[in-house]
């Protein structure tokens, strides 16, 4: 039920959500939207939900979590908060920050009478010594806890679906090896859980009733060595399962190495999730069941979940993504405007193109940049450049991106970051990997005078001091080769799409003759 009956008039239940633009956040606004609640968001940047389809349909507030005066007003009227806030891949006193932010929550919800507080926590076990970022976790859930606000605090472990850190690092430490040398943790036992079971007892979480102070263990059905996780990814996938040796040098530094190395994930995001393999991560109780009944067809098995995650890639379904929430570390700043570069050190590469491909044919083009679509130009330049930011931590080429066709404000690309995209003209990357500077690249397409159109492509880079002068310079030769063959290519390609379009047209389709065609379709 969404709704409360006060004296005979039902009131819609309002919801405030943090996190709404990470993983779990942003798949669960539009489920609480399709309950029937009234949904609040905070967010640090309002700019990154910009292009989210619900945007509109949800009360969009600016704040920090570890700034209490930001807070002020954002908890008046709220029935249920969810916190869906961390810091996973955070350096420093990042758990300091994590304790500052529960407890402004904590107060703030209690004097803005919130009636509950649904908490996203971490699976761990009990009397062993957890590693930073867990601990982290059970310390927030334990402030909000003592809070007096009633708490449920959910412990989930690895998270399965189309998007997730977890499930990216399984499929491609699976794809990429087909042997597997691997740390002693492969040999522990694990209790997975899809993600649409995650939001299920998340939406469920605010029915509960309201004296309910607790934390909970949720997870699959299924109890597996990671290694069995592995090789169960592999049969659904339609590979070869992998022999996997487990060696005892591996430490988690080590095993972080590796992943960063073979897999997409950055290296501040594998540490935690290998220290997080370190015992085994089982759920100790099923209590939540007497309180929100298992989902109708019971809980998702792990096979099924990773079948549901790969359907969802083939369709370019992919809700949210790990890709898409901040680097930590990476450059966040926005690109100042033009008038704003003055007594500063600012490097650009100009190239403009004409074509006689319209200017939709290449913006399908400018926005389907990246991922399995590659940089139009000199791939194993890209390769080595992607290849060496993952050997100093960075995210390297492989993030990709969730999906192939399309582009929104915040979507992670390789390692780029769209940081504005007006559709139809304009692209623009802020650049993630690692440089002794600030760069972006921009792309436009224009109408051109005489038909066809302009595309327009400027890179400006922002040195740090002597070391991004030399970095410019040493680059620059490559410059006369990358972004003129970018440009070139990017437009003949635009040509090309047209030119087939115009050769082979879409056939119109007739009205359906009967009831049976149309079901077939839809199908």
């Known amino acids: 039920m969404t709704t409360e009956v006060t004296n005979e008039v039902t009131t819609q239940r309002t919801v405030l959500v943090t996190g709404a633009t990470g993983y779990i956040g942003g798949r669960l606004v539009p489920r609480l939207l399709d309950a029937g609640f009234a949904v609040r968001v905070l967010v640090r940047n309002p700019v990154k939900l910009a292009d989210v389809p619900w945007a509109d349909q949800v009360d969009i507030r600016q704040g920090d979590l570890s700034d209490g005066p930001s807070l002020e007003t954002v908890f008046d009227d709220i029935d249920v908060l969810y916190y869906l806030v961390h810091s996973m891949g955070g350096k420093g006193h990042f758990d300091g920050t994590e304790l500052t932010s529960a407890k402004n929550v904590a107060q703030r919800a209690l004097a803005s009478h919130v009636k509950r507080i649904v908490y996203l926590g971490g699976l761990h076990p009990e009397g062993v010594a957890l590693s930073t970022h867990l601990r982290s976790r059970a310390a927030v859930g334990s402030v909000l806890l003592r809070s007096g606000v009633p708490t449920i605090a959910l412990q989930a472990g690895v998270i399965i679906g189309s998007g997730s850190t977890s499930f990216e690092m399984i499929r491609h430490l699976t794809e990429v090896l087909p042997y597997m040398p691997a740390p002693k943790w ?58 996997i040796a487990s060696l005892p040098v591996f430490t988690p530094w080590l095993a972080s190495q590796w992943v960063n190395l073979v897999s997409p994930i950055p290296r501040n995001l594998a540490v935690p ?104 130009s000199f791939p194993l330049a890209w390769t080595i450049r992607g290849w060496m930011d993952s050997v100093v931590g960075g995210v390297g080429l492989r993030r990709g991106r969730r999906n192939p066709d399309h ?47 302009v595309y327009t492509q400027r890179a400006v880079f922002f040195p740090t001091g002597l070391a991004g ?55």
């Open 186 to 243: 492969v040999r522990n036992f694990i209790q997975p859980i899809a993600v649409r079971d995650v939001l299920y007892y998340l939406v469920k979480a605010a029915d509960v009733r309201q004296s309910l102070n607790r934390t909970f263990d949720i997870g699959g059905p299924d109890v597996l060595r990671y290694g069995q996780m592995m090789n169960g990814y592999a049969v659904e996938a339609g590979l070869h399962q992998r022999p």
């Open 273 to 376: 999730i290998i220290e997080s393999l370190q015992f085994d991560c089982v759920a100790s109780e099923h209590d939540i069941a007497d309180y929100i009944p298992d989902p109708e067809g019971g809980l998702t098995g792990y096979r099924r979940s990773v079948r549901l995650a790969l359907e969802k890639m083939r369709l370019g379904q992919v809700e949210t993504s790990w890709q898409d929430s901040d680097v930590r570390g990476a450059p966040s700043d926005t690109l100042p405007s033009d008038p704003e570069w003055t007594g500063h050190t600012v490097y650009t590469d100009l190239k403009v193109r004409e074509t006689d491909a319209k200017p939709g044919d290449l913006w399908r083009v400018i926005e389907g940049i990246g991922g399995d679509n590659g940089w139009y």
């Open 407 to 453: 582009l929104h404000t915040g979507d992670a690309l390789d390692f780029w970051r769209v940081e504005a995209i007006k559709r139809g003209r304009f692209l623009r990357l802020r650049a993630e990997m690692k440089v002794p500077g600030r760069a972006w690249l921009e792309m436009t397409s224009t109408p051109a005078a005489g038909g066809g159109s």
């Open 469 to 523: 002068r030399l970095y410019w310079y040493s680059i620059l030769p490559f410059h006369g080769i990358i972004f003129n063959g970018m440009a070139h290519r990017i437009t003949e390609t635009a040509r090309g799409e047209a030119l087939r379009q115009n050769e082979h047209p879409k056939p119109t389709k007739k009205a359906p003759e009967s009831a049976a065609t149309t079901a077939e379709e839809v199908v």
